[in-house]
């Protein structure tokens, strides 16, 4: 199957900084990225959808001005988290698609956040 | 909107019993359906999809599904488990629109205890 890969895959920053995950497709090209984020013992929740070289589509609830996200080539995605706040301490995911995937997505390794 | 119900939050089965995991989704049209697993600090990795065709789909690691529509379940079975079948277990359900894939709505998850 197709790799995802992220980094960092873990991440402990201060309140108040920014901090930027990378989502990377490493033997396909995605049209298209999500990001998920998973609080502990938790189910995983829809946060984004972002097209290459199109703004991200947010899911209801989800701050855009806080949750950035970039998705400037086929291989490349990234989250940024601005001005993180403990609150937003979770596991974010990543997945990606190809153009005819039947919505076959495939996982990233997730990225654990911390902020003291 | 697309829901998935996964109604037992924990399973406990022991070494060798077989196994099933309730799916339920709610969608309006045919949908795709997904069994995820998830192992502690570990990404999520595709058992089985369900698209189109035979409502009984075949997985790895000895997994298979079947796609009841007229029950709207997507239950998860296994014949005989092993210790390294404990994890987290999650259905998701999605759709493809014109435009390319969408987000994968998920359940809450299973998780899955191995008794020796």
């Known amino acids: 199957g197709a790799v995802v890969s992220q980094h960092p895959s873990w991440v402990i920053c201060k309140s108040g900084t920014s901090v930027k995950i990378e989502c990377r497709s490493l033997?396909?090209?995605?049209?298209?990225m999500f990001w998920y984020r998973q609080f502990p013992k938790q189910s995983l929740m829809l946060m984004a959808t972002?097209?290459?070289?199109?703004?991200?589509?947010?899911e209801q609830g989800v701050e855009k001005d806080k949750f950035l996200i970039n998705h400037a080539s086929l291989t490349l995605s990234t989250l940024t988290v601005t001005s993180a706040h403990p609150e937003d301490s979770s596991f974010y995911i990543c997945?990606?698609?190809?153009?005819?995937?039947?919505?076959?997505?495939?996982f990233g390794p997730g990225t654990r956040l911390t902020v003291l | 909107a697309q829901s998935v119900t996964q109604p037992d939050i924990h399973i406990t089965v022991s070494e060798g019993a077989s196994l099933e995991l309730r799916c339920n989704y709610s969608?309006?049209?045919?949908?795709?359906l997904f069994w995820y697993v998830q192992s502690p600090g570990q990404g999520l990795q595709l058992l089985l999809k369900?698209?189109?065709?035979?409502?009984l789909v075949q997985g790895i690691k000895g997994f298979e599904a079947e796609f009841k529509r007229s029950q709207s379940s997507f239950n998860l079975r296994k014949p005989s488990v092993h210790w390294s079948d404990a994890a987290e277990y999650f259905c998701?359900?999605?759709?493809?629109?014109?435009?390319?894939?969408?987000?994968?709505?998920f359940g809450k998850g299973t998780h899955l205890i191995i008794q020796p």
């Open positions: 998701a359900v999605g759709a493809h629109s014109g435009g390319g894939a969408d987000g994968l709505t």
């Open positions: 972002s097209n290459e070289g199109s703004k991200a589509t947010y």
């Open positions: 033997d396909f090209q995605a049209t298209t």
């Open positions: 369900y698209f189109s065709g035979d409502t």
């Open positions: 997945s990606a698609a190809g153009p005819s995937s039947y919505n076959e997505q495939f």
């Open positions: 969608y309006g049209a045919t949908p795709y």
